[in-house]
């Protein structure tokens, strides 16, 4: 499914469905204003609480991405009525045991975070589930989750030991438990806390670092009280949520290609517009601001729960950094964009602390060295992190997704600084948490000098 968010591009359409490829040419003068689409995690986060409340949940400016999609079908497979009308998105909530078996196989597709959550979710129902991806989504460690949820009760069979999907799991009688989490994660954190409704007693969730909190915002927004303290969340069980008005808020993810797009490429100035300023995920805005980025923060408010606020960013000469520590969990998924604006920084730019790149959609790490040497960018790969030597002058190059959104929207933002004309394939996937991407791109598009 393609659709442009603002401006129809058929264009550009058929050449994306024809051959899967994007074809970029170096530009300069990006200009214009960007409204941010709709935030990937709470999107999905809103179909689910929204399942689980009693009454209506109607969720304004929802991300209409594969993955989100993907969310929506497991739980109409369980029995939810959900009206998906453009932007708009209205779940009929059955309450917290309202769920129904599935008559066939869940399928997150290539989304991680449908697979985790549900997985908490799933581990409190009465019946006996199956879910199963794409085959990255089967190559993801999904015993964080699984491990703790048959702590706690459930009992779960898959490839690798429960490791791996298609996992099957039959739920109900959990008890809570306290569990200290060795990576910093929200679809841990969120899996177990989901789990924690259904559990007997309280479940508490710690972790080294704090990661996203949408789910903790959430929850307490639809009604349920949670302990929080430090990096440690509990829940008590037999708490009931209420079906809510959910407006959300711009990705800050999405945001990050158009902010490192509009500092790279000379003369640019662009307004994004409605981006998610939530301090769990602005990691990439203090890192670029720590580079040298000229980012203004204007224009903030909170649309309910989360805080939004619009930026302007302007070309501007950055400078290598250190990247590593607490601040990874709060700009992981904007790793990728980030090593595009090393490339183009003076001196190097060290990444560290950042092994989870190696499961996510790709193994970021390799993917993200690999496609930047093909523009001519040097880099040097470690067990958790790489080097970008900066201040390159990169040249057009042929460049691969793997099949991965954000490596293909990341070359994609490289190419516009680099000599020539670029080919990124496999692009298909960028609907998967961007479907906009393509039309918006096209847009801001300045001066092509290629
Ligand atoms: C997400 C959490 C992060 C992030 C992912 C979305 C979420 O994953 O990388 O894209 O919505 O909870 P981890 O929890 O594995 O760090």
């Known amino acids: 499914m393609y659709s442009c968010y603002l401006a129809p591009c058929p264009d550009l359409v058929e050449k994306r469905n024809a051959m899967e490829k994007l074809i970029v040419k170096n530009s300069r003068g990006l200009s214009g204003t960007v409204l941010i689409p709709g935030d990937k995690s709470i999107s999905h986060r809103s179909l689910m609480l929204g399942s689980l409340s009693s009454g209506k949940t109607i969720i304004g400016n929802f991300l209409q991405s594969k993955d989100c999609l993907s969310t929506i079908d497991s739980f109409s497979k369980m029995g939810i009525r959900i009206v998906n009308k453009g932007s708009k998105v209205t779940v009929f909530g059955r309450g917290l045991h309202g769920l129904r078996a599935p008559k066939t196989i869940l399928n997150a597709n290539n989304s991680g975070t449908t697979t985790r959550l549900m997985l908490g979710i799933l581990a409190g129902q009465p019946f006996t589930s199956r879910i199963t991806g794409d085959k990255s989504l089967c190559r993801r460690p999904m015993q964080r989750v699984t491990g703790p949820l048959?702590?706690?009760?459930?009992?779960?069979?898959?490839?690798?030991?429960?490791?791996y999907t298609p996992l099957t799991v039959t739920g109900g009688n959990l008890e809570g438990i306290s569990f200290k989490s060795k990576v910093a994660s929200a679809q841990v954190k969120s899996a177990l806390l989901l789990a924690g409704l259904y559990a007997q007693g309280q479940t508490c969730v710690s972790e080294p670092v704090k990661s996203r909190d949408h789910t903790e915002r959430m929850l307490k927004y639809f009604g349920v009280k949670l302990k929080i303290k430090g990096n440690t969340v509990c829940i008590r069980s037999g708490q009931k949520l209420k079906g809510r008005r959910i407006e959300v808020?711009?990705?800050?993810?999405s945001a990050a290609f158009f902010i490192v797009a509009g500092l790279i490429v000379p003369d640019s100035k662009l307004v994004l517009k409605n981006v998610g300023i939530n301090p769990t995920r602005t990691g990439i805005l203090e890192a670029l601001l720590r580079m040298g980025a000229k980012i203004r923060i204007v224009n903030k408010r909170n649309i309910k729960f989360e805080p939004v606020a619009d930026l302007i960013v302007q070309t501007s000469s950055l400078k290598g950094a250190v990247i590593g520590g607490k601040i990874i969990p709060r700009l992981i998924d904007e790793i990728p964009v980030l090593a595009v604006a090393a490339a183009r920084a003076k001196g190097k730019t060290v990444f560290k602390d950042a092994g989870?790149?190696?499961?996510?959609?790709?193994?970021?790490?390799?993917?993200?060295?690999?496609?930047?040497?093909?523009?001519?960018?040097?880099?040097k790969e470690s067990k958790n992190g790489f080097v970008v030597y900066g201040n390159s002058k990169p040249r057009g190059a042929k460049s691969i997704s793997y099949g991965d959104h954000r490596i293909a929207m990341a070359m994609a933002v490289l190419a516009l600084v680099s000599k020539g004309t670029s080919e990124i394939k496999d692009t298909a996937c960028i609907d998967t948490s961007f479907p906009e991407f393509f039309g918006l791109f096209r847009k801001i598009q300045g001066r092509q000098t290629g």
Not at 150 to 163: D, H, L, P, S, T
Not at 249 to 253: A, F, K, Y
């Open 150 to 163: 048959r702590e706690m009760g459930a009992v779960i069979f898959g490839k690798g030991g429960g490791n």
């Open 249 to 253: 808020p711009g990705d800050t993810s």
């Open 356 to 379: 989870e790149l190696r499961v996510k959609e790709s193994d970021r790490i390799k993917t993200i060295c690999t496609e930047l040497a093909k523009f001519g960018v040097r880099t």
